[in-house]
C-alpha cells in the first residue's frame, strides 16, 4: 500500500489549500480514510475522516467549519480543502488507511500511513 499526500506549502492567515492523497495498490473504497496532522513538539492529532461512501465525515473541533475532507473512490484519492487557515494550524498533515470496518477517530487504528505534507501558516 502506497499513500502520497501533496498540496502543502507555505501561506498566509486567511488563505486557502487543497491537500490530495493519492492510494495505490489498494481497494480503496473499502477503508475509512482519515487526516491527521502533527505540530513541532507535539502529538500526533486526528484532523478529519471520511467513511468509505463519503456518507459521514468528522472533523476535529478545531477546524470544523473550516476544513472539508472529500474523496474519489474512482480515483483513489482524499482530500483536505483547508480554508482559513490560521498560524496554528501549521503541520505535517499526513493521510491514513483506517483498519478495515473501522469508522472512528484513533490513530492507532489507522494501519497504512503517508509520509506527510507540510503546511506553514505564516501570521
Known amino acids: 500500500v502506497q499513500l502520497q499526500a501533496s498540496g502543502g506549502g507555505l501561506v498566509q492567515a486567511g488563505d486557502s489549500l487543497r491537500l490530495s492523497c493519492a492510494a495505490s495498490?489498494?481497494?480503496?473504497?473499502?477503508?475509512?480514510m482519515g487526516w491527521f496532522r502533527q505540530a513541532p513538539g507535539k502529538e500526533r492529532e486526528f484532523v478529519a475522516s471520511i467513511t468509505q461512501t463519503s456518507s459521514r465525515t468528522d472533523y476535529a473541533d478545531s477546524v470544523k467549519g473550516r476544513f472539508s475532507i472529500s474523496r474519489d473512490n474512482a480515483k483513489n484519492a482524499a482530500y483536505l480543502q483547508m480554508s482559513s487557515l490560521k498560524p496554528e494550524d501549521t503541520a505535517v498533515y499526513s493521510c491514513?488507511?483506517?483498519?478495515?470496518?473501522?469508522?472512528?477517530?484513533?490513530?492507532?487504528?489507522?494501519?497504512?500511513w503517508g509520509q506527510g505534507t507540510l503546511v506553514t501558516v505564516s501570521s
Open positions: 495498490r489498494i481497494t480503496f473504497s473499502r477503508y475509512q
Open positions: 491514513a488507511v483506517a483498519n478495515l470496518y473501522y469508522s472512528g477517530t484513533d490513530p492507532r487504528m489507522y494501519k497504512y
